[in-house]
């Protein structure tokens, strides 16, 4: 019997790789779930859970897409939201104290944007107020205030402590794109990033109007120890307090008996 050649054999293999290509994309297209191909946007992250353990120094992942034609696209990720008090000192009988107080409702506890392009060149100033897209505009809505001073002054106060503690990024981040429709973008977070629940909002910019809109979600946990003492200390916060005391004063007991006999 005349045996095939390598070559022949190699040539056939792809031949029925490229035929089982087309009958699979068929069958997609035929399918009732082929809509989400059909989709402008596809949007992933290279993991949805972050694990913080005592020596966690800060983390980055990557944000990864494709579109369906050249555009520009803006993330903005943003987590957890919760009620923010600012306070400012006041200088009285020679002591400064806290006097002026205002909370602000739904503030990220960390905040960061990226861009393909610089966002004032977009011309997109309306869609950028309106998603809230960019520390500037961040809708930072007061609850209360105990002060007569300008609430805009304690608004402007709150974007610097969180831009020095690096959880307002000050620099835009890069949306880069690999091709004319891929596209990936690394999500930095620094060591002291808050736990919780993250969300990243991805817009696909097209002929100078947003075309697409997709979130992603992110959790940061505790892990190992750490999480575990978390837990207890949430679930049973008087046992863990009295535990904490009874520590405390074993090992001032232990360092005053080293001492004693040094």
Sequence with gaps: MRRRSPRLS???SVALLALLGVAVAGLLAAS???RAFEENLIVDLSAHVIEIDSSFSGTSILLFGATDAPGDVIVAARGPVE???VRRKRR???IWINQDAVAFDAVPR??????????EDLGLEDLLVEHNIGVERLALEPLWAATEEPIAAFREALRRIMARSALYPTELGEVRFIDDSLFRVTLNFPANVPLGHYEAEIFLIQDGRMTELKTTTLEIRKSGLSAELFGFANQSPALYGLIAIAAA?????????VFRKV
């Design 10 to 12: 190699r040539k056939l």
């Design 83 to 85: 009620p923010t008090v």
């Design 92 to 94: 009285v009988a020679g």
């Design 110 to 119: 960390y905040y960061a944007v990226a861009a393909s392009r610089p966002l």
């Design 249 to 257: 004063l074993v090992a001032g007991w232990v360092g005053s008996l």
């Design 32 to 34: 009732p779930g082929a």
